[in-house]
Every structure is written in structure tokens, then in C-alpha cells.
């Protein structure tokens, strides 16, 4: 009876994680896709639109890289 108990408790354990385990991972990946591609930004040099995240930001104005920066000045 006990090893029966013990057998079933480590089933639900195991259940249990990774059940409660994928949501997790599912939700913070759309929670960084959401805030990373969400806003795309146009430079002000070459008119090419990048995301936010990796556009560079100065004076107001999104530079796409260093060089269109530099440029820009
Ligand atoms: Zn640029």
C-alpha cells in the first residue's frame, strides 16, 4: 500500500512539473518576442526600419547602426 502510494506520488510529481513546467516557458517567450519585435523604429539615415531593441537612439532621432550615427552628424 505504501509503495503503491509512493509510486503514484512520484507519477503526479513528474505530472506536475512538466505540466506546470511548459506554460511557464511559453509565456515568457511571447512576453519577449512581444516586448523585443513589438516597435519597429525607421533611421533617420537610410530609412530602413529595425526594432527598437537594437536601433541606436540619439537626440530623439533612431540610427539604425553606428555608421548612419556618425553619418548623420
Ligand atoms: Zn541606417
Known amino acids: 500500500m505504501l509503495k503503491y502510494l509512493l509510486v503514484i506520488g512520484v507519477i503526479a510529481f513528474v505530472y506536475y512539473f512538466f ?4 506554460p511557464i516557458q ?5 512576453q ?3 516586448t523585443q519585435s513589438d516597435e519597429m ?3 533617420q539615415t537610410c530609412e530602413v526600419y529595425c526594432e527598437i531593441s537594437e536601433a541606436i ?5 533612431y540610427y ?3 555608421e548612419c550615427l556618425k553619418s548623420a552628424k
Open 19 to 22: 505540466i506546470k513546467k511548459k
Open 26 to 30: 511559453t509565456t515568457t517567450r511571447t
Open 32 to 34: 519577449e518576442t512581444t
Open 41 to 43: 523604429v525607421q533611421c
Open 57 to 61: 537612439l540619439s537626440n530623439g532621432k
Open 64 to 66: 539604425c547602426s553606428q
